[in-house]
């Protein structure tokens, strides 16, 4: 089986026994072999025994990653490169995972983005001890190498994950990326701005290499499950509400209702044409209008008990959402004694974009929310008046 690599990777991923094939060539040339001076075996024998001990040795999961879809990662302050990598690096994983590896990182500090360092300094270690010292012995992976420049990092990777903390930094750091011709995964958020997010896909349009970025949030079943869920049936309205915090770094300011806009749209689907929004001491609003008619709102809760989930309307009920990390409701029941799946839904569209998989969030859908973003400021500074969206996809034509 090989892995489609974008066009982008530089190396042809050769074919995999199946792992029960190397099972029986492992136990038939140990066996062969070490029989060797009973058969009193000639040389060129013992030499295609050998050769087959060790196509059986090399050829197992054990013996490397020189198979899979190599991984870099630019900026380790965000808990996102741990959380991700654990997944992606899961020792004999099968499925989803399987194929794909996290094989180095470059740390890179924001000069003024609260305890940036601190905070790099704490998933570095976490990163660096994943996986190290198994029960098993077996499910040992090899260690992730921290190295010293962009430059390195690229050269020993097939495709990337930013994970800087700060948005600020990331049109450089995509730029780059971009025009190496890696697969691209951006961290939350895009872009620290609406100019920045609209030159990040133009470079990917420009050099027709694959780039997108999400939030966890929109892959908790709890809340994607919503959008064809027996309760609701057709999807007419939202309800979002989530954090709003008042005293973000300044990098955040702009983006800082990302998780429950892209629930919003996980739920909704594209479409906006027009925002309004007012705020308080107590929550911020925002209701967006899609093209159709539909209507979905946003509450960014300042103060009081913080929950992130959503009551969606639809043709043939109303129900309560999910709640972050768990499943759908059954019949008005939101289960929370469920298996836990943060950061795993996520993860899995990563493993699935690097081994050539399409985008999972469209250049269009997420300039959209960009879009309402800008719009939304627009709505506040003009006392809650509707605005339009602007057109922002219009200026890039992403093409794969």
């Excluded at 974008?6 to 040339?29: M, S, V, Y």
């Excluded at 990182?105 to 990163?127: F, G, R, T």
């Excluded at 098993?136 to 390195?152: H, K, R, Y």
């Excluded at 959008?227 to 955040?252: K, M, T």
Aim: include cysteine; aromatic fraction near 8%; charge should be negative.
């Amino acid at each position: 089986m090989r892995l489609q690599c974008h066009g982008k990777c530089c190396r042809d991923q050769p074919a995999e026994f199946p792992a029960e094939l190397r099972l029986i060539i492992l136990q038939q040339a140990i066996y062969l072999f070490f029989r060797g001076p009973e058969f009193s075996m000639s040389l060129w024998q013992t030499v295609f025994h050998a050769s087959i001990l060790t196509i059986a040795i090399f050829s197992s999961p054990q013996s490397g990653i020189a198979d899979d879809f190599r991984i870099g990662i630019l900026g380790i302050d965000n808990y996102g490169s741990v959380a991700y990598t654990e997944f992606l690096n899961r020792p004999r994983d099968e499925g989803d995972f399987a194929g794909v590896q996290v094989v180095a990182a470059w740390p890179v500090v924001s000069p003024d983005y609260p305890d940036s360092e601190k905070l790099q300094e704490q998933w570095k270690q976490q990163l660096l001890n994943l996986h190290q010292n198994p029960k098993d012995p077996l499910d040992t992976v090899p260690p992730i190498e921290i190295v010293n420049s962009l430059d390195e990092l690229l050269a020993k990777c097939d495709g990337v994950m930013i994970f800087s903390l700060d948005g600020r930094m990331h049109l450089a750091q995509a730029t780059a990326v971009l025009k190496a011709g890696k697969p691209l995964f951006i961290g939350r958020p895009l872009a620290a701005s609406v100019e920045d997010a609209v030159r990040i896909f133009r470079v990917a349009a420009e050099t027709k290499t694959p780039c997108w970025s999400s939030s966890q949030h929109r892959y908790s079943a709890g809340f994607s499950g919503m959008r064809h869920h027996p309760d609701v049936g057709q999807v007419i309205g939202c309800d979002v509400y989530g954090g709003w915090s008042v005293d973000v770094p300044e990098a955040d300011r702009f983006t800082r209702p990302l998780h429950s806009i892209e629930t919003l749209y996980a739920i909704m689907g594209r479409g906006v044409v027009s925002v309004s929004s007012t705020g308080t001491e107590t929550a911020e609003s925002i209701t967006a209008v899609w093209g159709d008619g539909r209507v979905g709102t946003y509450r960014g809760i300042k103060s009081g008990a913080v929950k992130y989930s959503a009551t969606v309307f639809g043709t043939t009920g109303v129900s309560v959402a999910g709640i972050y990390g768990h499943g759908v409701p059954v019949r008005g029941i939101v289960p929370t004694d469920d298996r836990y799946v943060g950061y795993e839904g996520l993860a899995i569209e990563i493993a699935r974009f690097f081994k050539g998989g399409p985008l999972p969030v469209s250049p269009e859908e997420t300039l959209e929310i960009f879009a309402l973003l800008q719009a939304a400021e627009l709505s506040r500074a003009k006392q809650g008046a509707m605005v339009r969206l602007p057109e922002l996809g219009s200026e890039v034509t992403p093409d794969r």
